[in-house]
């Protein structure tokens, strides 16, 4: 394979990778290694989609009725204005959950999954109502009396998507739609028809109105049930057990969670008072004033409804602290076998290490899964004799538990063979242990034997009769 070939084999297996790593579970959204979200140091890791959304009505109430006026007469008018529509806030992210020591929890945003818009607008109600009899006839009538079209370009509405959270520290803070409308007649009064006639001059004054509106929205924080807020991009919170759990976390945890925020609205209607006149065909028009009437409600909190972020954790069921393997012959082995379960709701992970003194398991990683259990047999061999001990360490991936001690004891009793006995002589009288074969200066062999040969006879005799000799000159 070429160089180039192999570099476009590395890119595609990187995409592969990526790819597996943010395909989603049909389970639920748990999302397993690999991922470019787990610390490369972490034994377990879990990612768990959540979802928040928010609705507000801005300006709820905001408007006037008149209701109808006169209270009592043959003839009444009702008149109402209102504010209407919504601000909507969407957000989806990913809870990553790591451990040991203990869950540590990011939580970041899906890209494209921020959503913010904004749909509000004008009603406006007139209606009309009469009640009254004519030459004995009696006549009702009640009805909506129709309102110019052009209100309803007083609408704002705008929206964006974005990258959650737009937490302290994202580029994109605070994430901000806007619309406005184009100037229009909102009222038209003819004064040179109703005031003053001037042969050649038309005229009236009018009122022309435009509107704006923006609606901003920022994550202020994360906040996590048992744990700290998570008040920055990137930011991390430690979880912790339940408040009175007496065994950590168990066989999974559920991570509550929500943002607070701050929406932010910032609206402006200007009326524009106008002239117009119409001279000799020809038509002029000029503002008398601008008055912009400002509305809005700056900084107000908002609160997300929790969700859950479901984390599966595996649990370690094993009790036993000591093995004594007892009395132990010399070179030979014996075998203890271990149960190990797993109470947890993901696979459990265990490592056994730093054994010695003749103790000795497999060191592969044994994976149990959620709610079976497996034996893992360890072993000693007695090489010396006396007494043996060892710790079996066992890492696991249980962030309860991440590691097991079990104290491993052996006695190995002392040998019997080629002791003393009666003083050091043997069982067949002779003195000290019998001598092995050993080779002479001459190229044979003497062998030990229990009866003596004429040699040595004759050697004792002679070394008697010199001990006599000897005796008697004394």
Not at 90 to 95: R, S
Not at 142 to 153: R, V
Not at 190 to 206: E, R, V
Not at 434 to 460: E, K, M, N, V, Y
């Amino acid at each position: 394979m070429t160089r180039w070939g192999k570099i476009l084999g590395s890119l595609l297996a990187m995409l592969s990778l990526s790819t597996t790593a943010h395909a989603q579970d049909p389970d639920g959204g748990v999302r397993m290694q690999p991922s470019p979200y787990c610390p490369v140091d972490a034994v377990g890791c879990n990612l768990t989609d959540v979802d928040f959304e928010y609705h507000h009505d801005a300006f709820a109430g905001a408007g006037f009725d008149t209701g109808w006026i006169p209270s009592s007469g043959a003839i009444q008018l009702r008149f109402a204005l209102a504010l209407t529509g919504r601000t909507d806030v969407t957000m989806g992210g990913t809870v990553v959950t790591s451990w040991p020591p203990a869950l540590d929890t990011q939580v970041v945003g899906r890209p494209g999954t921020g959503h913010l818009g904004m749909n509000y607008g004008v009603t406006l109600v007139a209606q009309l109502r009469f009640h009254a009899s004519i030459l004995g006839a009696s006549y009702s009538w009640e009805g909506s009396i129709p309102t110019p079209a052009i209100l309803s370009d007083l609408a704002a509405v705008a929206e964006t998507t974005f990258n959650p959270f737009a937490l302290p520290g994202d580029i994109l803070r605070p994430v901000t739609v806007s619309d406005s409308s184009a100037r229009f007649h909102l009222i038209s009064y003819g004064l040179t028809d109703d005031i003053i006639s001037i042969p050649g001059l038309n005229g009236g004054i009018a009122i022309d109105m435009e509107g704006a509106l923006s609606t901003s929205y920022q994550t202020n924080s994360i906040v996590i049930v048992n744990a700290d807020s998570i008040v920055a991009t990137d930011g991390h919170s430690r979880v912790f057990p339940e408040e009175g759990a007496t065994e950590g976390f168990g066989a999974f945890k559920n991570i509550v969670l929500h943002p607070d925020g701050t929406l932010a609205y910032d609206g402006t209607i200007t009326l524009y008072p106008t002239v117009f006149i119409t001279l000799l065909g020809f038509d002029f028009d000029y503002d008398i004033a601008e008055i912009p009437i400002h509305f809005g409600a700056g900084g107000m909190e908002v609160m997300f409804a929790d969700d859950i972020a479901h984390v599966p954790l595996p649990d370690v069921d094993f009790s036993v602290s000591s093995v004594d393997f007892g009395t132990v012959e010399a070179a030979t082995t014996e075998h203890r076998t271990l149960t190990i379960g797993n109470a947890g709701e993901a696979p459990l992970e265990l490592s056994p290490r730093g054994l010695r003194n003749g103790f000795n398991a497999p060191r592969d990683t044994i994976v149990i899964m959620p709610g079976e259990s497996e034996e893992l047999d360890v072993t000693f061999l007695s090489t010396t004799p006396g007494s043996a001990s060892s710790n079996l360490q066992i890492d696991t991936n249980d962030p309860d538990a991440p590691l097991l001690f079990v104290r491993l004891s052996a006695s190995v009793p002392a040998s019997d063979a080629g002791t003393l006995s009666d003083g050091g002589v043997n069982d067949d009288a002779s003195f000290g242990a019998p001598f092995p074969p050993q080779s002479g200066g001459c190229g044979c062999d003497i062998a030990t034997s229990r009866s003596a040969t004429p040699l040595a006879l004759a050697l004792a005799m002679l070394v008697l009769g010199l001990v006599v000799r000897r005796a008697r000159r004394a």
